[in-house]
């Protein structure tokens, strides 16, 4: 072979991997920021620069209601609705990612290797610097019930959380928080008598504590609230000390993926050294990752917060929360609890106890 036609053939060789890229579209739903998603998102383009990727950040609803978009379906989908993903999974809109990242990454952050948590978020609270000059901030989801208790009129029309049946994250952390305590529904019956404002995002939360609408906010995404904190310092950011959720954005390829190839590269590479190396030095997302260091890693909030870590388990369990009965008596059971201490049940000695006794 002569030396030229070596030459030729090394050269071919060397593009292959860029000509395989050539102009190939990728398209990613996602629940997730994309001001906080940014130095990831650079990354990977700067890795993949002949990749197109269009990023929609959505709610997390909206990306659900886009999985089963027949005629329109993305390449990859995000959410932090991890019951609806897991939901979407089981029904068959994933495929099986076999890589050596895919392989390795943790079991707990995995299943059956078609969706993967790629991020450990806690769930946090959030108020005003000037909260404290009318009470003690609260430190654990006891101090916040103690709060709206013994400071209604004060709080009323200033706390916020998320409205479950807006969020699909909102919901899913509901759910969890009445797992973890016994006293979930007092706290969710404190928040209707002090007229709780629900929103469907945390940062619609974070921007009335700013603006000094809202004083205090409940079950926030600690990664929205961090970054935000850091450029907003009237805005106090606390990880509860009783016990703190942490959440996981799962992501998997879509079944109908037009762009597999693409796909698989941008879920290699979320779970890739170098994706997560990022997502642990450069965004509050929290890094799964054990072989990568920064500020925000999953081993680092460990160490910080200790054993009332109580990450939501990413497996098979998610999918009673998204059963329509359930989901149903959830919110019914929201409703009656939100307004309970405004219309307190009449005396019981009075009524007739056989019957319209809420049991």
């Known amino acids: 072979m002569s030396i030229r036609r070596v030459a030729l053939v090394w050269l071919l060789g060397a593009l292959a991997p860029s000509l395989a890229w050539a102009d190939n579209p990728l398209i990613v739903e996602a629940a997730l920021d994309r001001e906080v998603a940014a130095p990831l998102l650079d990354a990977f383009e700067e890795a993949y620069p002949r990749i197109q990727l269009t990023f929609r950040d959505r709610s997390t609803l909206e990306v659900d209601a886009r999985v089963a978009d027949a005629d329109d379906p993305p390449d990859v989908v995000i959410s932090s609705a991890m019951p609806w993903q897991m939901s979407r999974v089981n029904e068959g809109y994933a495929q099986r990612l076999d890589s050596t990242a895919a392989r390795a990454w943790p079991e707990w952050a995995k299943w059956r290797d078609e969706v993967f948590g790629f991020t450990f978020e806690p769930i946090v609270m959030a108020y005003r610097l000037d909260l404290s000059r009318h009470m003690m901030p609260p430190k654990t989801h006891a101090d916040m019930h103690t709060l709206l208790t013994q400071h209604r009129e004060t709080l009323r029309d200033k706390v916020t959380t998320y409205s479950p049946s807006r969020s699909g994250v909102g919901y899913s952390l509901f759910q969890q928080d009445a797992r973890y305590t016994t006293r979930f529904w007092d706290l969710v019956a404190a928040m209707g008598a002090a007229d709780t404002n629900l929103e469907a995002s945390t940062r619609a939360m974070l921007e009335g504590l700013s603006e000094g609408r809202y004083w205090l906010g409940y079950n926030l995404l600690g990664s929205y609230a961090m970054v935000w904190a850091q450029s907003h310092p009237e805005v106090i950011v606390q990880v509860p000390q009783d016990y703190s959720l942490v959440m996981m954005r ?76 359930r989901r149903t008596a959830f919110m019914e059971r929201w409703q009656r609890e939100v307004h309970r201490l405004l219309h307190p049940a009449p005396d019981q000695s009075a009524a007739d106890t056989s019957s319209h006794v809420d049991k």
């Open 250 to 325: 799962m992501a998997f390829i879509h079944r109908d993926a037009p762009h597999p190839t693409a796909a698989r590269a941008f879920l290699d590479f979320l779970l890739g050294r170098e994706g997560q190396r990022v997502i642990a030095g450069e965004t509050p997302l929290f890094s799964v990752r054990s072989d990568v260091e920064g500020p925000y890693t999953a081993q680092r909030l460990r160490d910080q917060v200790g054993e009332r870590l109580y990450p939501i388990p990413l497996n098979a369990s998610l999918l009673a929360f998204v059963d329509p009965s």
